[in-house]
């Protein structure tokens, strides 16, 4: 009967068409999603966050200092918390100075730079200095450290409890506890200061 016969070839067609389906299905690639980047934000409270770069000072009439990082994360209060800072000061009365942390924390009017994590400060005249924790005021020139520190300078070590390091002057301020050793040249020359406050080293 014809009606058998065209079920017969309806079947069959189907069965071809879907044979077809099966087989793109199996060998064609599957559609690629596209791939959604993720961002792992620090601190959602901040607004901006960037990588690698420098903050100078708005307004500053010295041009030759500024602060670099590795990582930046700016807040609606005009803060900024740096990864991997690094503060430079070039050609203030003939020196160049730098001071590394691991973390700082720069005011809202980009002048004071708080330091903490390993901070070393080293000029071109051969001082570095060593604490764990130290402010940078940018305006002033100073650094200000109130623990621990160890320096060296030259043939002239020493430590002290607190210092300030005054860039313009080229002055270190040991402020307690202070103790200076200066290398000799022979064996005649050894030296060794103690002071229980205050000493200021050139």
Not at 49 to 65: F, M, P, Q
Request: no cysteine; glycine share 8%.
């Amino acid at each position: 009967m014809r009606w058998q016969q065209r079920l017969r070839i309806g079947i069959a067609i189907f069965g071809v068409g879907f044979l077809v389906v099966l087989w793109y299905a199996v060998r064609a690639p599957a559609p690629r999603e596209q791939a959604r980047e993720k961002v792992e934000r620090m601190d959602r409270s901040a607004t901006a966050e960037s990588t690698s770069g420098e903050v100078r000072r708005l307004g500053g009439k010295d041009e030759n200092a500024w602060v670099e990082y590795d990582r930046m994360l700016a807040y609606p209060d005009g803060r900024q918390k740096l990864t991997g800072a690094r503060a430079y000061s070039k050609k203030r009365g003939g020196r160049d100075f730098k001071v590394t942390a691991n973390e700082a924390d720069v005011s809202p009017n980009q002048d004071n730079v708080q330091m903490r994590g390993a901070v070393e400060l080293a000029t071109s005249d051969g001082l570095v200095a060593k604490t764990e924790e130290a402010a940078y005021s940018q305006s002033e020139g100073i650094v200000r450290a109130a623990g621990p520190m160890q320096f060296t300078r030259v043939r002239v070590s020493g430590s002290s409890v607190g210092m300030t390091y005054d860039e313009h002057r080229d002055f270190l301020w040991l402020l307690d506890q202070a103790v200076v050793k200066m290398a000799p040249e022979t064996p005649a020359d050894k030296a060794r200061f103690r002071a229980g406050g205050s000493l200021r080293t050139l």
